[in-house]
């Protein structure tokens, strides 16, 4: 029966990967994938988290299940990093799941189970694996503007138009920091907009917060998802731990069900529950459990911040770093974006013509559509991108 299965189209992240895996050239820069790397290259294991490995190692007793749900000490740290103070905690249904890919997905068999005719508004652009996950499922999909091409900002009067075509029932997916691919956020007043908006149109906000602590700081980061959580009657949160503790492959992530009235947790609760069964019944503990301990030990949780603001601080070095060169080498400040984006990634604006030529001539590799991993970099390679950049005429 399997010959009747059909070629899938190949990930284009990965394809590049391995493109640069087989290019024999010494000097190329890798700002692809999406992972965070320090001026050597490397994706270090945070401090905090090799320190709660070792003390885990010498504590844990037993490798059961932990629950459907995964450990609940779990979800309360981590709801309480990204939500604070915003909603009761009585209001907040949470399950654990394999990476923010895996909350990610389990939010949209949620948003499915509720109402199969739910359209789901994406950003244009989003995250590719968004619009995967949703075609693979069958929810219909409904972009709505948000990238400017010629500021390199937020067009919010189009996106803000084109939301106002969501209709009871639709759920509209937002990033809550750190936008992937383009590192445009929306500011606090236009959070609020778009809360005034969900409010008036009755649609239902998920959001996909997978970067909180590589823009603005731990508490900046979050003010939009606790602004529209403690706001609207019900929404989605999908959180990752891959990040900002730096815990890729051990796939940790958490999904939230927010609702404003706490006699609904229960029902929340056990769809939650139900899907995880559905999928991979418990979800992976290992992780989960290092978060939590960082989370919950003051001085674990304060190397652990410390060490992320340096991170925080280093990208944002890079970015002032990458937008002054252009300058000097352009002679205009046409490039000034990338140092007020936020996160790993910004959107360069360049055709795909021009990111090919940035590869074959330099050796620069970045996805098709310019986005680029501003993690990849560091001192010495800023100025081989810049020049690549003007060269290649963006």
Known sequence: MFETLKEQPADKILMLMQAYKEDPRTQKVDLGVGVYKDASGNTPVMRAIKAAEKQLWESETTKSYTGLAGDPAFAEALGKLVLGDAVPAENVAAAATPGGTGAVRQAFDMIKMANP?????????????????????GLQIVPYRYFDAETRGVDFVGMIADLQQVLPGDVVLLHGCCHNPTGANLNISQWKAVTELLLEKQGTPMIDIAYQGFGDGLEEDAAGVRLVASSVPE????????????????????????????????????????????????????????????????????????????????????????????????GSDRFGFIAQHRGMFSRLGATPEQVETMRRDHGIYMVGDSRLNIAGLNKTTVPILAEAIIKAGC
């Open 117 to 137: 005719k739910a359209r789901v508004f994406v950003s244009d652009p989003t995250w590719p694996n968004h619009l995967s996950i949703l075609k693979h499922m």
């Open 235 to 330: 929404c989605l949160i999908a959180a990752s731990c891959s990040k900002n503790f730096g815990i890729y492959r051990e796939r940790t992530g958490l999904l939230m069900a927010v609702s404003r009235d706490a006699s609904a947790k229960k029902l929340n609760q056990g769809t939650l529950n139900y899907l995880n069964r559905q999928n991979y019944s418990f979800p992976p503990d290992h992780g989960a459990r290092l978060v939590t301990m960082v989370l919950n030990d003051p001085e674990l949780r304060a190397d652990w911040a410390a060490e992320l603001e340096e991170v925080r601080l280093s990208m944002l070095g890079l970015r002032e770093q990458l937008a002054s060169e252009l300058q000097r080498l352009s």
